[in-house]
């Protein structure tokens, strides 16, 4: 099946009884489900369903729709997107004995999940400059004195708020090809996917092990949820955070696996048209006087423009800009539209318009923000699905305002 099927349909297996013959899957809110355990077996993951915190159906049928579309043998539903993160790098790093390599143009708190990670469990953090080149050059100068046991490379395939594209394919490779060579005995390659979705490129596909998701974004698609997805090329490394997901109580609740599996069913549609919006804005923005710089990649001037048309099906709704003017004239901008709203989310219907170096961002250091790119200047947009000419005609309202 192809993706708008699979996004409608998944994999079909409905959790409820013939007489029934819903065409939609129903809302399991059970807590609890009788089960009968027998001595000689281990407890599985997922069938028979025992405890929710463990399993939910609504759960398991919108993870398994995701396994589907993404190529994986195993999907896991969480309570957040950085849940997802967390559970998932607490359940595969192993305290001394795992490095963990990540460009620095992350979402603001995977940076400090990593940092955490490294103050307390003893975990080796390495952090690039943004990029495949600088990522696949701080990877090539590991050394066997490292944490060469366990190998973790941590990155967006399209960046947050940069929206630097990641060549997948390449960082793949060239990770197999080197590390074929030395010591490490397991490598983890964990995309987050956030921006361009399953509709945009399947990180596994290209050669990741793990691909996660805010599925607050995108995925759920109407700013209504919070929650986050694993999906994982292998079993085994699937039931390990599986483990940790349960004792840490971090799984999916079934309200909105329900909302998310509604929302990937227009994904594909919704993807198209907020980056034929995002495109417009974004060459709108470029034209202003009071604009430096539009990040968009889909522009043929973004430094990534070769990579994004090599793995990107979808370049998104996320458009980047740095104002000519201050860290007040930014906050001015945000402050001066009418119908977008100023917040710190993306991925859904309404426009939100974002100042990262005050917000998302704003544990980073002063030099962090610098050599990410992450300036007062600068303005992300998270392009919605309403009536472009309004948005521009907002936007230009606002950079007005700038003196
Ligand atoms: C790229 C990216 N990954 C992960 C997250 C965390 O997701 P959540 O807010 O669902 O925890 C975010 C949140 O903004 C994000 O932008």
Same mark, same amino acid.
């Given at each position: 099946?192809?993706?708008?099927?699979?996004?409608?349909? %998944?994999?079909?297996? &409905?959790?409820?009884?013939?007489?029934?013959?819903?065409?939609?899957?129903?809302?399991?809110?059970?807590?609890?489900?009788?089960?009968?355990?027998?001595?000689?077996?281990?407890?599985?993951?997922?069938?028979?369903?025992? !405890?929710?915190?463990?399993?939910?159906?609504?759960?398991?049928?919108?993870?398994?729709?995701?396994?589907?579309?993404? %190529?994986?043998?195993?999907?896991?539903?969480?309570?957040?997107?950085?849940?997802?993160?967390?559970?998932?790098?607490?359940?595969?790093?192993?305290?001394?004995?795992?490095?963990?390599?990540?460009?620095?143009?992350?979402?603001?708190?995977?940076?400090?999940?990593?940092?955490?990670?490294?103050?307390?469990?003893?975990?080796?953090?390495?952090?690039?400059?943004?990029?495949?080149?600088?990522?696949?050059? &701080?990877? %090539?100068?590991? +050394?066997?004195?490292?944490?060469?046991?366990?190998?973790?490379?941590?990155?967006?395939?399209?960046?947050?708020?940069?929206?630097?594209?990641?060549?997948?394919?390449?960082?793949?490779?060239?990770?197999?090809?080197?590390?074929?060579?030395?010591?490490?005995?397991?490598?983890?390659?964990?995309?987050?996917?956030?921006?361009?979705?399953?509709?945009?490129?399947?990180?596994?596909?290209?050669?990741?092990?793990?691909?996660?998701?805010?599925?607050?974004k995108?995925?759920?698609?109407h700013n209504d949820?919070?929650?986050?997805?694993?999906?994982?090329?292998?079993?085994?490394?699937?039931?390990?955070?599986?483990?940790?997901?349960?004792?840490?109580?971090? &799984?999916?609740?079934?309200?909105?696996?329900?909302?998310?599996?509604?929302?990937?069913?227009?994904?594909?549609? +919704?993807?198209?048209?907020?980056?034929?919006n995002?495109?417009?804005v974004?060459?709108?923005?470029?034209?202003?006087?009071?604009?430096?710089?539009?990040?968009?990649?889909?522009?043929?001037?973004?430094?990534?423009?070769?990579?994004?048309?090599?793995?990107?099906?979808?370049?998104?709704g996320i458009?980047?800009?740095?104002?000519?003017?201050?860290?007040?004239?930014?906050l +001015?901008v945000c402050k001066n539209t009418r119908i977008i709203v100023p917040g710190v989310s993306f991925g859904g219907t309404e426009s939100i318009i974002t100042h990262?170096?005050?917000t998302t961002?704003? !544990?980073?250091?002063?030099?962090?923000?610098?050599?990410?790119?992450?300036?007062?200047?600068?303005i992300r947009l998270s392009v919605g699905l309403e009536?472009?000419?309004d948005l521009?005609?907002d936007l230009?309202r606002a950079?007005?305002?700038?003196?």
């Open positions: 099946m192809r993706l708008n099927t699979l996004l409608i349909h %998944g994999s079909r297996k &409905v959790h409820t009884p013939p007489a029934v013959a819903s065409v939609i899957e129903p809302l399991y809110v059970s807590a609890v489900y009788s089960f009968h355990p027998q001595i000689e077996k281990e407890i599985p993951h997922k069938v028979p369903f025992k !405890y929710s915190r463990e399993d939910n159906p609504t759960v398991s049928y919108l993870e398994e729709k995701i396994r589907l579309i993404e %190529g994986g043998e195993d999907a896991l539903a969480f309570s957040s997107g950085l849940a997802a993160i967390n559970t998932i790098l607490r359940a595969l790093a192993e305290p001394e004995k795992t490095t963990i390599v990540a460009p620095l143009d992350l979402y603001g708190s995977s940076i400090t999940v990593l940092k955490n990670l490294e103050q307390r469990e003893k975990i080796k953090l390495v952090f690039s400059l943004p990029g495949t080149k600088s990522l696949l050059d &701080v990877i %090539g100068s590991l +050394r066997e004195k490292d944490n060469m046991d366990n190998l973790i490379i941590f990155f967006e395939s399209v960046s947050n708020p940069l929206l630097r594209v990641y060549d997948i394919e390449d960082i793949a490779k060239t990770i197999r090809d080197i590390f074929s060579k030395k010591m490490s005995k397991n490598i983890y390659i964990i995309v987050d996917n956030t921006i361009p979705t399953c509709a945009g490129a399947r990180p596994i596909e290209l050669g990741a092990d793990i691909t996660v998701y805010s599925a607050s995108y995925l759920g698609g949820i919070i929650g986050g997805i694993g999906v994982f090329k292998d079993k085994d490394t699937a039931l390990r955070v599986w483990d940790e997901r349960r004792l840490s109580g971090t &799984v999916m609740d079934p309200f909105t696996a329900f909302l998310t599996d509604r929302g990937l069913k227009t994904l594909a549609l +919704r993807m198209r048209k907020h980056e034929e995002a495109r417009a974004a060459e709108f923005l470029r034209e202003h006087s009071k604009i430096k710089e539009v990040i968009y990649p889909g522009l043929s001037d973004h430094p990534d423009y070769k990579i994004a048309v090599k793995i990107l099906r979808c370049t998104s458009v980047s800009f740095r104002i000519r003017g201050t860290l007040e004239d930014a +001015r990262p170096y005050t961002h704003r !544990y980073l250091s002063e030099e962090e923000r610098r050599v990410t790119g992450v300036t007062p200047d600068l009536d472009p000419e521009i005609e230009d950079l007005r305002s700038i003196p």
